[in-house]
């Protein structure tokens, strides 16, 4: 990809209070959370969905979420926002 704005855009590692803030503005899926099997199937689905709708128009992020500098898990974030114009 060399547009930095579409595909899977890769960020530095986020604490909690960075997460909380990123919230706001994005839906968050956590890969320990997804293992664990704590999301529903409808949640995947929606997130899946929304995730596939973002991904060539304005991208989605990957980033590892740290607690006192140990990597805790990987999560992927999706804008929050309805895209207009996708094709």
Same mark, same amino acid.
């Given at each position: 990809?060399?547009?930095?704005?579409? *595909?899977?855009?890769?960020?530095?590692?986020? @604490?909690?209070?960075?997460?909380?803030?990123?919230?706001?503005?994005?839906?968050?899926?956590?890969?320990?959370?997804?293992?664990?099997?704590?999301?529903?199937?409808?949640?995947?689905?929606?997130?899946? &969905?929304?995730?596939?709708?973002?991904?060539?128009?304005? *991208?989605?992020?990957?980033? $590892?979420?740290?607690?006192?500098?140990?990597?805790? @898990?990987?999560?992927?974030?999706? $804008?929050?926002?309805?895209?207009?114009? &996708?094709?």
């Amino acid at each position: 990809m060399n547009d930095n704005n579409i *595909g899977i855009k890769f960020r530095k590692e986020i @604490d909690e209070i960075e997460l909380k803030n990123m919230e706001l503005n994005y839906d968050i899926l956590s890969i320990m959370k997804m293992k664990n099997k704590e999301y529903s199937n409808k949640f995947l689905e929606e997130f899946i &969905t929304k995730s596939q709708e973002h991904l060539y128009i304005d *991208g989605i992020i990957s980033c $590892p979420y740290t607690e006192k500098d140990v990597i805790k @898990d990987i999560l992927i974030l999706v $804008p929050k926002n309805e895209l207009i114009n &996708t094709i």
